[in-house]
C-alpha cells in the first residue's frame, strides 16, 4: 500500500522529451515532497531533481533549463518533464520519497530512459 511507481520512460532521439511520473499511494507527495534520482550503468547514483512539501524545486546543473517538475495532487502524482534530452541522460530513473521515516527510505522501482540515435 505504501508505494511509488514510476512510469513514462522509453526510447527517444537526442533533442527529443519525455515526461515521466511517479504515483504514490499509502502517503501524500504534497506532505512529504519527493526526489528523482538516475543511475547509468557502471555509474553511481545521482540525483537529478527535488520538490519540497512547500512546492520548492531543485534541479541539478546539467539538467537545469531542460527537466521540469510539476505536482498532480488530485491523482498524488510528480511528473518530471525532460526536454532537449542528450544521450548521457540515459538511464535509469528513480523516484523517492523525500527524507526518511524511522530510518527507512521508500523507492520506486524505476523507468528506463534511452537517448540514441
Known amino acids: 500500500q505504501l508505494q511509488l511507481v514510476e512510469s513514462g520512460g522509453g526510447l527517444v532521439q537526442p533533442g527529443g522529451s519525455l515526461r515521466l511520473s511517479c504515483a504514490a499511494s499509502g502517503f501524500a507527495v504534497n506532505s512529504y515532497g519527493l526526489d528523482w534520482y538516475r543511475q547509468a550503468p557502471g555509474k553511481e547514483r545521482e540525483i537529478v531533481a527535488a520538490?519540497?512539501?512547500?512546492?520548492?524545486?531543485y534541479y541539478t546543473d546539467s539538467v537545469k533549463g531542460r527537466f521540469t517538475l510539476s505536482t498532480d495532487n488530485a491523482k498524488n502524482t510528480v511528473s518530471l518533464q525532460m526536454n532537449s534530452l542528450k544521450p548521457e541522460d540515459t538511464a535509469v530513473y528513480y523516484c523517492?520519497?523525500?527524507?526518511?521515516?524511522?530510518?527507512?527510505?521508500?523507492w520506486g522501482q524505476g523507468t528506463q530512459v534511452t537517448v540514441s540515435s
Open positions: 523517492k520519497r523525500h527524507g526518511s521515516v524511522g530510518g527507512v527510505q521508500l
Open positions: 520538490i519540497s512539501s512547500g512546492g520548492s524545486t
